[in-house]
């Protein structure tokens, strides 16, 4: 019996010989949390509701907020076509990266799962990129890759061919962010290895038994087995694209140019919060963030019934 | 129970407490006494104090000792020079402490500066400059420095008043000490010019002039080198362009002060060379790095440029020893109607929140007026104001220093040459954005001038409230 139906037949009152222990052990409980609980209130709970505040404002940092109600949210909609490009860019970013990433990272994993002899070697090599992140000295070397003068151009120009200038070139800016995201595609990986080794190797054999060849046991066995691990990465995934701030802001100079191309998200707003000083708006920008990810998040989960199954 | 307190002097003043009331009688009469003693000190210190002749220091005039922090911007050779000004004034004053607060990059130093205003938290004196100057002013973040210069804390008096008076804020009190006379203007590789048979840029130019220079330029100039950089999102040369054509940059009320016309004429005058192929492309605009020292000018890839005066010796040292030319210098067009050249001048502030007002207004004085100070600094961020200091300066550049000598020499004439003042409005950097957004839209082709001439007006408008 758990220790909450205990408590709930306890009898109520203080004369049960149990009671005052237990509000003590409570109170310890509470003064251990403490720390945790001042961090979560002070730092994360009170910031959020102040920034809920702040979105109803005009609010220029140096002069108090003035209440303006949903005018920053109506601003949004209606009168910035920046708001509109910056989401566009930003749907297009994650659209393509987290995909691209899972794919990479499960493909990768699949061929690492196989007992390759120096694997350990291979899923540290897979993994390096995944440690230096989305760095700023990443995003620098991005710039040194695929600038006018950069290494792939001198690649190409090898094989006759002209390149151009990826970073600077509206078409193609936005896919050098994408790249630099997919590129960090170790921790996926190494997730994705873990869910692969708790595959009961006995399903592939008596798929194998069958006959069932490799294809159909991946359809058949592998995707629906590693669905929980794909639904959390799909999630994760999701929620750092749509944040993904570093790289778009050195890599384009911190314009989002050329042409806006580059004007993710997370980007815009911190150019309307430290640049612009609306940080009413930007508070207003970050609240319709929460709620965008909170929406596909929810809609993940809602998605989940019908394609990810667990074993138990 | 006798609760009384006793009144019986004749016994000593020792009461026994006996109950709360009695405790609250004592207390009480404990805090009126410690207040009317405290009260009866500062009475007699004050007798005291007027009886010695002691009076409150003039403003500023206290004791130069304790520690005081210090902001700026700029990496490397900058700070180096910072830092030797810093430790002549501590040898000065060797009570005193400087706190130093580098930070490299430009824009990062006033977002920086903007998040330490919001939380009253500026340093006590932070490097300022005349188009972010009105951001703090207006918000009770800097402290007015005129009782500072009246009693004699802070001296301006060698300083020309048309510099001191750039740092005034909106209500005409001085915030700022302008401590370096800056502009951007024309820098040229003038060698490269030379070699390409073209005529000298004449001293009194006009826009369609440059134009046409650049564009006869441009066929005569070796692969890979074009006749100029492209700077259609520069904010200090479209003030330029609005100043040489007697418009106000902005209104009173801050707002885009000339007609949108102008402006529409102004990116077709860049357009009209980037799309002759006389400019960099647009997507090497793109990528220039926003260190003058990797620009395209620096690195000999473009002939022509519009960067700061006072960057001319650090652009020119890369080109000597990659034997690429020689920099010239050339101020922005006086025509049709307006002196295209606009003063920006850089200083230093005294924030609102500082408690050591003494020891900030000594350092201000010693950087702007210290003869070694001034020598260590040797004019990096703007040409010293002090007129008798700049003479010196250019002096001891002679021959020795040529570019150092060149820059100084400019600056001069565009002070004696009544340089045009724009009043900056708060939240200037929301106009330099819209500007830079909107000129790309234009060069890559994803908006008509027109259009984006409409949206940047509507941008920064709606932005400079």
Same mark, same amino acid.
Request: hydrophobic share 45%; aromatic share 10%; with cysteine.
């Given at each position: 019996?758990?220790?909450?139906?205990?408590?709930?037949?306890?009898?109520?009152?203080?004369?049960?010989?149990?009671?005052?222990?237990?509000?003590?052990?409570?109170?310890?409980?509470?003064?251990?949390?403490?720390?945790? /609980?001042?961090?979560? *209130?002070?730092?994360?709970?009170?910031?959020?509701?102040?920034?809920?505040?702040?979105?109803?404002?005009?609010?220029?940092?140096?002069?108090?907020?003035?209440?303006?109600?949903?005018?920053?949210?109506?601003?949004?909609?209606?009168?910035?076509?920046?708001?509109?490009?910056?989401? *566009?860019?930003?749907?297009?970013?994650?659209?393509?990266?987290?995909?691209?990433? #899972?794919?990479?990272?499960?493909?990768?994993?699949?061929? @690492?799962?196989?007992?390759?002899?120096?694997?350990?070697?291979?899923?540290?090599? !897979?993994?390096?990129?995944?440690?230096?992140?989305?760095?700023?000295? #990443?995003?620098?070397?991005?710039?040194?890759?695929?600038?006018?003068?950069?290494?792939?151009?001198?690649?190409?120009?090898?094989?006759?061919?002209?390149?151009?200038?990826? &970073?600077?070139?509206?078409?193609?800016?936005?896919?050098?962010?994408?790249? /630099?995201?997919?590129?960090? !595609?170790?921790?996926?990986?190494?997730?994705?290895?873990?869910?692969?080794?708790?595959?009961?190797?006995?399903?592939?054999?008596?798929?194998?038994?069958?006959?069932?060849?490799?294809?159909?046991?991946?359809?058949?066995?592998?995707?629906?087995?590693?669905?929980?691990? &794909?639904?959390?990465?799909?999630?994760?995934?999701?929620?750092?694209? !749509?944040?993904?701030?570093?790289?778009?802001? *050195? &890599?384009?100079?911190?314009?989002?140019?050329?042409?806006?191309?580059? @004007? @993710?998200?997370?980007?815009?707003?911190?150019?309307?919060?430290?640049?612009?000083?609306?940080?009413?708006?930007?508070?207003?920008?970050?609240?319709?963030?929460?709620?965008?990810?909170?929406?596909?998040?929810?809609?993940?989960?809602?998605?989940?019934?019908?394609?990810?199954?667990?074993?138990? | 129970?006798?609760?009384?307190?006793?009144?019986?002097?004749?016994?000593?003043?020792?009461?026994?407490?006996?109950?709360?009331?009695? $405790?609250?009688?004592? %207390?009480?009469?404990?805090?009126?006494?410690?207040?009317?003693?405290?009260?009866?000190?500062?009475?007699?210190?004050?007798?005291?104090?007027?009886?010695?002749?002691?009076?409150?220091?003039?403003?500023?005039?206290?004791?130069?000792?304790?520690?005081?922090?210090?902001?700026?911007?700029?990496?490397?050779?900058?700070?180096?020079?910072?830092?030797?000004?810093?430790?002549?004034?501590?040898?000065? $004053?060797?009570?005193?402490?400087?706190?130093?607060?580098?930070?490299?990059?430009?824009?990062?130093?006033?977002?920086?500066?903007?998040?330490?205003?919001?939380?009253?938290?500026?340093?006590?004196?932070?490097?300022?400059?005349?188009?972010?100057?009105?951001?703090?002013?207006?918000?009770?973040?800097?402290?007015?420095?005129?009782?500072? +210069?009246?009693?004699?804390?802070?001296?301006?008096?060698?300083?020309?008043?048309?510099?001191?008076?750039?740092?005034?804020?909106?209500?005409?009190?001085?915030?700022?000490?302008?401590?370096?006379?800056?502009?951007?203007?024309?820098?040229?590789?003038?060698?490269?010019?030379?070699?390409?048979?073209?005529?000298?840029?004449?001293?009194?130019?006009?826009?369609?002039?440059?134009?046409?220079?650049?564009?006869?330029?441009?066929?005569?100039?070796?692969?890979?080198?074009?006749?100029?950089?492209?700077?259609?999102?520069?904010?200090?040369?479209?003030?330029?362009?609005?100043?040489?054509?007697?418009?106000?940059?902005?209104? =009173?009320?801050?707002?885009?002060?000339?007609?949108?016309?102008?402006? +529409?004429?102004?990116?077709?005058?860049?357009?009209?060379?980037?799309?002759?192929?006389?400019?960099?492309?647009? %997507?090497?605009?793109?990528?220039?790095?926003?260190?003058?020292?990797?620009?395209?000018?620096?690195?000999?890839?473009?002939?022509?440029?519009?960067?700061?005066?006072?960057?001319?010796? %650090?652009?020119?040292?890369?080109?000597?020893?990659?034997? =690429?030319?020689?920099?010239?210098?050339?101020?922005?067009?006086?025509?049709?109607?307006?002196?295209?050249?606009?003063?920006?001048?850089?200083?230093?502030?005294?924030?609102?929140?500082?408690?050591?007002?003494?020891?900030?207004?000594?350092?201000?004085?010693?950087?702007?007026?210290?003869?070694?100070?001034?020598?260590?600094?040797?004019?990096?961020?703007?040409?010293?104001?002090?007129? =008798?200091?700049?003479?010196?300066?250019?002096?001891?550049?002679?021959?020795?220093?040529?570019?150092?000598?060149?820059?100084?020499?400019?600056?001069?004439?565009?002070?004696?040459?009544?340089?045009?003042?724009?009043?900056?409005?708060?939240?200037?950097?929301?106009?330099?954005?819209?500007?830079?957004?909107?000129?790309?839209?234009?060069?890559?082709?994803?908006?008509?001038?027109?259009?984006?001439?409409?949206?940047?007006?509507?941008?920064?408008?709606?932005?400079?409230?």
């Amino acid at each position: 019996m758990s220790v909450g139906h205990e408590s709930a037949m306890m009898p109520a009152g203080p004369r049960h010989p149990g009671a005052k222990p237990r509000r003590r052990d409570d109170r310890i409980a509470y003064l251990f949390l403490a720390p945790w /609980l001042l961090g979560l *209130v002070g730092i994360t709970v009170g910031p959020l509701l102040a920034s809920l505040g702040l979105s109803f404002t005009h609010y220029d940092l140096l002069s108090a907020p003035s209440w303006t109600g949903l005018t920053n949210y109506r601003r949004m909609i209606a009168g910035d076509p920046s708001f509109l490009q910056s989401l *566009v860019v930003t749907v297009l970013y994650v659209a393509i990266s987290v995909p691209s990433v #899972l794919v990479i990272s499960l493909a990768l994993a699949l061929v @690492l799962n196989r007992g390759l002899r120096g694997l350990t070697l291979y899923r540290g090599l !897979f993994y390096l990129p995944s440690l230096l992140g989305g760095s700023v000295a #990443l995003a620098v070397l991005w710039r040194q890759v695929f600038g006018i003068d950069g290494m792939l151009n001198h690649v190409l120009a090898l094989v006759h061919i002209t390149g151009q200038s990826w &970073i600077g070139s509206p078409g193609t800016a936005l896919y050098t962010l994408v790249l /630099l995201n997919v590129w960090q !595609f170790g921790a996926t990986m190494i997730i994705f290895l873990a869910g692969l080794r708790q595959i009961p190797q006995d399903l592939y054999e008596a798929a194998a038994v069958d006959g069932a060849r490799r294809w159909r046991q991946l359809l058949q066995i592998t995707i629906p087995m590693l669905s929980p691990v &794909i639904f959390f990465n799909t999630v994760l995934g999701l929620i750092r694209a !749509f944040q993904v701030f570093t790289s778009a802001y *050195v &890599i384009s100079n911190g314009t989002g140019g050329p042409a806006d191309s580059m @004007l @993710l998200y997370a980007l815009y707003l911190y150019q309307q919060g430290f640049v612009n000083y609306d940080m009413g708006y930007a508070a207003a920008m970050a609240w319709v963030l929460v709620v965008m990810i909170a929406v596909l998040t929810g809609a993940a989960f809602l998605s989940a019934r019908f394609w990810v199954h667990y074993a138990d | 129970m006798d609760r009384s307190i006793s009144t019986d002097v004749s016994r000593p003043a020792v009461r026994t407490v006996r109950s709360r009331r009695d $405790f609250l009688a004592l %207390a009480r009469q404990g805090v009126i006494m410690l207040g009317a003693s405290g009260g009866l000190t500062a009475l007699l210190q004050e007798v005291q104090g007027e009886q010695s002749g002691y009076a409150a220091p003039a403003p500023g005039k206290g004791p130069v000792e304790g520690e005081i922090g210090f902001s700026w911007w700029g990496t490397g050779e900058r700070s180096r020079k910072t830092q030797a000004v810093m430790a002549l004034f501590q040898q000065k $004053f060797p009570k005193a402490k400087l706190d130093g607060q580098p930070v490299g990059d430009f824009n990062t130093y006033w977002e920086k500066l903007t998040v330490e205003a919001a939380a009253h938290n500026l340093p006590d004196v932070p490097q300022m400059q005349v188009r972010y100057l009105t951001v703090y002013d207006t918000r009770q973040a800097l402290r007015p420095l005129d009782d500072l +210069v009246q009693s004699g804390a802070i001296d301006v008096s060698g300083i020309p008043k048309v510099i001191v008076d750039s740092g005034r804020g909106r209500d005409g009190k001085l915030y700022m000490v302008p401590t370096g006379s800056a502009t951007n203007n024309w820098m040229y590789n003038a060698t490269m010019a030379e070699k390409a048979g073209l005529a000298p840029l004449p001293a009194d130019m006009t826009w369609d002039q440059l134009q046409q220079w650049l564009l006869a330029a441009k066929d005569r100039l070796p692969s890979g080198v074009y006749a100029s950089d492209l700077r259609g999102s520069d904010d200090s040369l479209l003030w330029a362009w609005v100043a040489s054509h007697g418009q106000p940059v902005f209104t =009173k009320s801050g707002q885009l002060g000339f007609p949108e016309q102008l402006m +529409v004429q102004y990116w077709n005058w860049w357009e009209t060379l980037r799309k002759a192929g006389a400019t960099v492309t647009a %997507a090497m605009m793109q990528e220039e790095p926003s260190d003058n020292q990797q620009g395209y000018l620096t690195l000999g890839r473009a002939m022509f440029d519009e960067r700061p005066a006072n960057q001319l010796a %650090a652009i020119q040292a890369p080109l000597t020893a990659s034997g =690429k030319g020689t920099l010239k210098l050339a101020a922005f067009p006086r025509r049709p109607s307006g002196n295209g050249q606009v003063l920006v001048n850089n200083g230093l502030s005294i924030a609102a929140n500082c408690t050591n007002v003494s020891t900030a207004a000594a350092w201000i004085n010693f950087f702007t007026n210290d003869p070694d100070g001034a020598k260590a600094y040797a004019s990096d961020n703007g040409a010293v104001t002090g007129t =008798k200091l700049l003479d010196a300066q250019i002096a001891e550049a002679g021959a020795a220093l040529p570019a150092t000598k060149d820059y100084l020499q400019f600056i001069r004439g565009v002070i004696t040459g009544k340089p045009t003042i724009v009043d900056f409005p708060a939240n200037y950097s929301a106009a330099v954005q819209a500007l830079a957004r909107n000129y790309s839209n234009v060069a890559f082709g994803k908006a008509s001038v027109e259009s984006a001439v409409k949206a940047f007006f509507s941008e920064t408008n709606a932005a400079i409230r």
